[in-house]
């Protein structure tokens, strides 16, 4: 065999190692070897950049890492062995966004355009990957918006990475009856802040130096006190398997530096907050403590805004859009209990049962960058005392509320879906019987307020309220098959919006003249489906992902079209964030609207392939509810 064959075949090998390569025809394999050229590069050389003009050849790495750089000269991600670049610029036959450069001695593969697109002709899988494969595309996508920041030394954690890889200390611990002066001494000696309690090898106890203050020194304990006495029981931990984004959660709910990493009973390791966010400005632990101990107006606004600038951060960071809007929408949670605490206390008159409710977005753990209210109150009247008596004390606090939360950078709702609106700070029975007239009516003013407010959470307060009511509107929605079938004949009048001419159908006139709504004709598709499938079989869940992947089996549904609904839908909110940020960052106003023509090729194609998975969607919808 000739040395230039062997090459071809070497080269074959490798390739075949890595996606799309993987499933390539063998004859397309040996046409793309046949073509590629072998290049080196030094270190800090640069590959391409936007200067460089149209892209004029697609780069494959054999060995070595290459960095992609803004502007500003910050890395924000890193291309290993067997992936390809630019294809999107490729696609677009544009110059490339970034600046790649060459992080130590580098050997790439280099295909010139006019042959990558005919391998793109030539080869289905190698087209798939680079138009149509979504759930790809949106993984290389977010790997390859990852931050990391120039100056920082520390490895920054995936969210989705596992707690086994992220938890690598051995956590340091004590037993129950351990005297506290020996457990205060062991936090001195070791440097750290946090110490376990554990019996066997179960975790049963932890112990902060924060806790000193208030445990020990103000109530004057004497040290000889055994741990158990002091201790925080019964710990919150995760499975190793979980990943790095709950135990942000957990972190961002409850205040807590540290979370327990815990397999069958026994401890593993804890995870501290430094562990997930090392390279992040700001960490959720620190934005949730802030709330916690804020005082006044001024200390949440400063919190608030902390909250966007984290959404920015990890927008940069190519944090997952489902993990992130869950992420902000729980630290807004955070901001908006404190905010009831705050003006409570203010009223001095919060004797009523009341819980405070989230419906919208903020109730399905959906809140993007740009949101307004969306709540209510449901409430137990006191003894001897009627609704309508009750009302006005209740509607007097949700107005003060609803108005330091539009100070917090909240808009108040221009369609008045506030607690201060009477039509929503209702007793129990009340909500019951206002659900139950739009349930037996179906016109289209009760499909509309069924969308918004049978998206209801909890926030604050009595949450056994939502939780009562929630069990009866399931009960209810299932007993009335005509609803779902209106809900379902009046989803699927907001088609997407692709064209039979044209890839998309934009607005012709007027402000948002050749744009597209993201939000109403892009996610609202997806979001009005799972509400019905949950409604249908008795869902619990409030989120659009859980509740596709929890009525899936109840349904019939296959699990891999469920993710690639949810993969189109978590493409488009991620477009809508990334437009926000954009917005935000230009010093405009933040909306839901994009025009088509801004997007580069490859975007273009995802998301004319996320509006046909939305179809898909109501497809199946109207095969369950048919009109």
Not at 288 to 297: K, T, V
Request: charged residues 20%.
């Amino acid at each position: 065999m000739s040395t230039a064959n062997s090459l071809i075949l070497a080269t074959v090998e490798h390739l075949s190692r890595f996606v799309p390569f993987d499933g390539m025809a063998r004859e397309d394999l040996h046409w793309l070897a046949e073509r590629l050229k072998l290049a080196y590069y030094g270190k800090g050389e640069v590959l391409l950049a936007p200067a460089a003009g149209a892209v004029e050849k697609l780069f494959i790495v054999k060995q070595g890492v290459v960095s992609g750089e803004q502007g500003d000269g910050v890395a924000w991600l890193e291309i290993h062995e067997g992936e390809a670049f630019p294809i999107g610029a490729l696609l677009a036959r544009s110059p490339a966004a970034s600046t790649f450069k060459a992080r130590g001695d580098l050997f790439t593969y280099e295909l010139a355009a006019a042959d990558f697109h005919e391998l793109v002709k030539r080869s289905r899988p190698f087209q798939y990957f680079c138009t149509q494969r979504l759930a790809a595309l949106l993984e290389k996508s977010q790997r390859g918006t990852q931050a990391s920041y120039a100056n920082a030394t520390a490895e920054q954690q995936s969210p989705r990475s596992p707690l086994a890889g992220i938890a690598r200390r051995k956590p340091v611990t004590c037993a129950p009856d351990t005297p506290l002066r020996a457990a205060l001494e062991t936090l001195r000696t070791c440097g750290i802040s946090s110490i376990v309690v554990v019996e066997g090898e179960a975790a049963v106890g932890v112990f902060t130096v924060r806790d000193l203050i208030g445990r020990v020194i103000l109530p004057g304990i004497d040290l000889a006190t055994p741990m158990r006495a002091v201790m925080t029981p019964d710990p919150i931990a995760l499975p190793s398997t979980a990943h790095a984004y709950e135990a942000a959660l957990v972190m961002a709910r409850h205040g807590f530096r540290h979370v327990l990493v815990a397999d069958a009973g026994k401890l593993v390791g804890v995870v501290s907050e430094k562990d997930l966010f090392s390279l992040q400005r700001v960490g959720v632990t620190q934005i949730s403590a802030g709330i916690r101990g804020a005082a006044d107006s001024g200390q949440l606004r400063h919190a608030a805004a902390d909250i966007q600038q984290l959404g920015h951060n990890m927008m940069a960071q190519g944090v997952a859009v489902e993990q992130l809007t869950q992420i902000l929408s729980t630290l807004n949670d955070l901001l908006t209990q404190r905010i009831i605490e705050l003006e409570c206390a203010r009223v001095g008159d919060c004797r009523h049962s009341f819980c405070w409710l989230a419906f919208g977005s903020e109730g399905r753990l959906e809140q993007t960058l740009a949101t307004d209210q969306d709540n209510g109150i449901i409430f137990l009247p006191n003894a001897g005392e009627s609704a309508e008596q009750a009302r006005p004390r209740l509607l007097a606090l949700a107005e003060r509320i609803n108005r330091a939360l539009a100070d917090n950078g909240f808009p108040l709702c221009h369609g008045e879906i506030m607690a201060m609106n009477p039509k929503w700070c209702l007793a129990l029975e009340e909500w019951q019987a206002t659900f139950t007239r739009w349930i037996e009516a179906g016109d289209p003013e009760a499909l509309l307020h069924a969308s918004i407010f049978f998206d209801f959470r909890a926030i604050h307060g009595q949450l056994g309220l939502a939780d009562t009511l929630r069990a009866w509107l399931l009960d209810k929605t299932a007993a009335n098959p005509r609803f779902l079938h209106q809900m379902a004949a009046n989803a699927q009048r907001n088609r997407p919006p692709l064209g039979l001419v044209r890839d998309f159908v934009v607005a012709e006139a007027g402000e948002h003249a050749h744009t597209l709504d993201l939000k109403l004709n892009g996610a609202t598709p997806f979001v009005d489906a799972a509400r019905i499938f949950a409604l249908a079989t008795g869902v619990a869940a409030t989120g659009t992902a859980a509740r596709l992947r929890a009525a899936a089996s109840r349904l019939n549904l296959s699990g891999a079209e469920v993710e690639a609904w949810l993969s189109s839908f978590h493409f488009i909110q991620m477009l809508r964030l990334r437009g926000q940020h954009a917005q935000n960052e230009a010093g405009r106003d933040m909306d839901n609207r994009v025009d088509p023509d801004s997007l580069n090729d490859l975007d273009r194609r995802i998301l004319k392939e996320s509006f046909r998975q939305a179809r898909k969607l109501q497809s199946r919808m109207a095969l369950d509810y048919p009109g």
